[in-house]
């Protein structure tokens, strides 16, 4: 790689956009060439004020209220426009029954072993969506808040049965805010909660079954970004609405201390 | 065909926990906290409006910040056409300055204030890009579907984006210091 290349692609590496093998050109290229060092220089420093949450803008109560005062309105408007019906057309039903038939068939045909594991990865990927959620909507998103590690770690003895590895990213830009117990798939499980600029990340560790080292598994619901992975006889779900690129950042952090 | 309680419903589990992020856009392109209020509450009733041709799997706050960013640049146009401005034409101006940067010592310390005065006075099509990435953390495909170009065009802007955000600060700081 050159120097006009390594130019080019400085965004996209610092916002972890580039494939690994590129990403690793230009990381090649950063360490050996002090003409481009300036450039991540700048980049970093930038990106440093930028993480500062004080430049986010948070809406206002009234206009919260306002909105949602108006949203009744719109109803009754868009029902209106629709002359108020609800109207289920008269193909929709037969058709309703050849999907299902579909999905049945489908999955008879599919890999036994894979429908159990995914249907269990699935089930969990809701609960934890769910409880990601609910951990925002409620204010139940800290036990312990706390920056550092060391506070958080301890807290957490006595609460499980396990110790779970409590680590702080502040340096990559997801600070560790604090901890809590949760509850996920019929067991106690620790929640660390990160946050990435204005964006929460909800890590949940609990002793994996299968108890050896994976590649993350990504999934997506409902807006919300989930990544899964083992290691060192734990499985950690780690849940957010930061970009994918971003939160598979988050999840190398976190596999590297492996 | 959904109902009206469940489209309600949907939305408000959707929809209305996104309000931050909404007029988070909205404050960064319109640089008011009143043009901003119009603009999310106008948003919110198209999406709400357009609600139905959303689809179970898309990402929601592309499409909701979709609504907001055309929304602002609706308002933004009419406003520009009115005060007889001179358009920028930025895409066209592809010379990168050849100068050395200045050091990154030169900005570390600048204000909060200092920062939020150097993004306000970004050109739209960059200050919309920088916010997209560093404020919204959205993706390069997602800013794309947000402002409807390429991601090509997406990783430019922002690159430019941050290049002038940077020599504002420099520059400012080199001020500061005289």
């Known amino acids: 790689m050159n120097c006009q290349e390594c130019h080019d692609f400085i965004d996209p590496y610092i916002d972890n956009e580039l494939d690994v093998a590129a990403a690793i050109l230009v990381q090649q290229h950063l360490r050996d060439c002090s003409q481009c060092q300036p450039l991540l220089e700048s980049r970093k420093a930038l990106r440093a004020l930028l993480n500062n949450p004080r430049l986010q803008f948070e809406v206002p109560d009234s206009l919260r209220r306002k909105i949602q005062s108006a ?3 719109a109803t009754s408007s868009a029902r209106q426009r629709f002359g108020g019906r609800s109207v289920i057309p008269w193909f929709s039903v037969p058709l309703a029954l050849a999907a299902a038939f579909a999905v049945v068939l489908g999955l008879v045909f599919l890999n036994q072993g894979k429908i159990l594991d995914r249907s269990r990865g699935n089930a969990l990927v809701e609960e934890v969506v769910s409880s990601h959620v609910r951990s925002l909507l409620a204010t139940h998103l800290l036990d ?7 506070t958080v770690k301890p807290w957490f003895d006595g609460k499980l049965k396990f110790s779970p590895p409590v680590l702080d990213f502040a340096d990559h830009g997801f600070r560790l805010i604090g901890g809590r117990l949760d509850y996920i798939n019929g067991r106690e499980v620790a929640a660390l909660v990160y946050q990435r600029n204005k964006h929460i990340i909800n890590l949940f560790i609990f002793p994996s079954e299968a108890g050896r080292t994976e590649a993350a598994q990504s999934f997506e619901k409902d807006g919300y970004n989930v990544l899964h992975w083992d290691r060192d006889g734990f499985e950690f779900w780690a849940v957010s609405d930061v970009n994918a690129g971003d939160l598979r950042a988050f999840a190398d952090l976190e596999m590297k201390q492996a | ?3 009206d309680e469940h489209t309600r419903a949907r939305f408000e589990t959707l929809m209305v926990p996104l309000m931050n992020d909404a007029y988070n856009l909205a404050r960064w392109l319109m640089r008011n906290q009143e043009d901003a209020e119009d603009m999310v509450q106008e948003s919110y009733l198209k999406a709400f409006r357009f609600f139905a041709s959303f689809h179970e799997g898309t990402n929601c706050r592309a499409w909701l910040l979709q609504i907001v960013r055309n929304t602002c640049c609706t308002a933004l146009g009419a406003r520009k056409v009115r005060q007889k401005e001179v358009p920028i034409d930025q895409e066209n101006d592809q010379v990168e300055d050849p100068s050395p940067l200045p050091p990154a010592s ?4 600048a204000t909060v204030e200092a920062v939020r005065e150097a993004i ?19 993706s390069y495909k997602e800013i794309s579907e947000v402002i409807g170009v390429p991601m090509g065009t997406v990783m430019s802007r922002l690159a430019r984006a941050r290049h002038q955000l940077y020599l504002i600060l420099s520059e400012r700081k080199e001020h500061d210091h005289l």
């Not at chain 1, 312990?144 to 060391?150: A, G, I, K």
């Open chain 1, 71 to 73: 949203l009744p309105a």
């Open chain 2, 120 to 138: 306000e006075a970004l050109p739209v099509d960059f200050r919309e890009a920088l916010v997209l990435r560093e404020l919204e953390g959205l």
């Open chain 2, 1 to 3: 065909m959904m109902n």
């Open chain 2, 106 to 109: 030169l900005i570390k310390k």
């Open chain 1, 144 to 150: 312990v808040p706390s920056t550092d590690q060391h």
